[in-house]
């Protein structure tokens, strides 16, 4: 995107706002998870735009590392991937319209749960990889248990798709044993009616990050041997092992003084109890600065503390700086630090929103912020 402003422009483009990521930080998680994990394999997780951090970027970063193969949910997000110049393989977990499959042979693998669907592979996409999904407990997408052996009995008739994998996701990995547990056995049950039907995958996956960090390794081991990491990938788990990837700054670009009793933003539902300054920064919801931050938000600006002032507005927000000295037009404050301690760590600003981190990190915005691969 960067790229094809300046080229618009026919010379330099200086963002406003700007999102860092981590080359080293992403590739030191990834190491630290496959040997946290190991023997069992571990597959990043970049739907979503990899979490918001950039799904072209992540991937160029960790095609380097081998990983078995790269997680995204639709067949768009496998073509940015693609796009990308990335020699790892493609695994599309989520639905796929069986129309977007009849044009041309594509280069991907496809969770399967749907018989439809994998008629339609059989038919247009010859030689294709399949992961059948089995729901155990979830109740999201998946092949029930009770109709798994139908299910496969009619796979095996479809001779041009060949089954590589067999997963399904467990709902409460951080929060209930007992699911967690029963869940376990309903996909060891899969497995055996798998093997039943004589067919032998390469994969088997159902835990993500809570699982990996919750779930005994030999436990896990003795259901699956890989596992899908998403959000410890990007450093913002709950758990605290590994390195968060994303920075967000902005910039200020005005500075007022607001006399007592002033009020600032929409609806003046923040009243100036006294004189003070504030900064505007170009940046809002649509950028991905969550309005339930709206006057309890804090950023950070030469390491001080910052309160949004008012309601955060689709492109500005506004912040306290009257204990700033020396400030200006032009200086960065820090939206997300990437330093886990901070008070403005997505991991703070999404208990402050009370919501996950996911949910933030996932809206920032795809098109206008510059993202740069930092050491």
């Known amino acids: 995107m960067i790229n094809n402003i300046k080229k618009l422009l026919g010379k330099s483009y200086y963002p406003l706002n700007e999102i860092e990521i981590s080359q080293g930080a992403l590739k030191r998680n990834y190491n630290f998870l496959s040997q946290m994990a190991a023997p069992l394999k571990v597959a990043p997780v970049v739907k979503s735009n990899a979490y918001g951090h950039g799904i072209e970027l992540v991937g160029s970063v960790l095609d380097s590392c081998n990983p078995p193969f790269f997680c995204v949910d639709s067949l768009f997000e496998a073509y940015q991937l693609k796009n990308s110049g990335i020699n790892s393989e493609i695994l599309v977990m989520g639905f796929v319209d069986a129309r977007n499959i009849q044009v041309k042979k594509l280069p991907f693998a496809y969770t399967v749960f749907d018989l439809d669907f994998a008629k339609a592979l059989n038919r247009y996409q010859p030689g294709a990889k399949v992961h059948i999904k089995v729901d155990t407990g979830m109740n999201r997408l ?45 996909f060891k049950d899969a497995r055996k009616i798998v093997h039943q039907k004589s067919l032998d995958p390469k994969w088997f996956h159902v835990a993500a990050s809570d699982g990996l960090f919750n779930i005994n390794k030999k436990v896990l081991g003795t259901v699956s041997n890989l596992t899908r990491v998403g959000i410890a990938l990007y450093g913002a788990d709950e758990y605290g092992k590994t390195t968060p990837v994303l920075k967000l700054t902005s910039k200020i670009v005005q500075i007022k003084d607001i006399q007592k009793g002033g009020k600032v933003g929409y609806d003046g539902t923040y ?105």
């Open 142 to 186: 998946g092949v029930s248990t009770k109709n798994l052996p139908n299910f496969l009995d009619e796979i095996r008739k479809l001779k041009k798709v060949k089954v590589v994998g067999l997963m399904s996701h467990l709902a409460s990995a951080n929060s209930s044993k007992a699911q967690t547990n029963s869940q376990m056995q309903s």
């Open 271 to 375: 009243r100036a109890p006294s004189p003070l300054k504030i900064a505007l920064l170009p940046i809002g919801y649509n950028d991905g600065l969550d309005r339930r931050l709206s006057q309890i938000g804090v950023l950070s600006y030469k390491n001080n503390k910052c309160k949004i002032l008012g309601r955060i507005s689709m492109n500005i927000t506004a912040v306290d700086i009257s204990d700033i000295k020396r400030s200006k037009i032009g200086d960065e404050i820090t939206v997300i630090s990437n330093k886990p301690g901070n008070f403005n760590s997505v991991n703070k600003l999404a208990r402050i929103c009370s919501t996950i981190p996911h949910d933030l990190l996932v809206r920032l915005h795809a098109k206008s912020i510059r993202r740069t691969l930092a050491p």
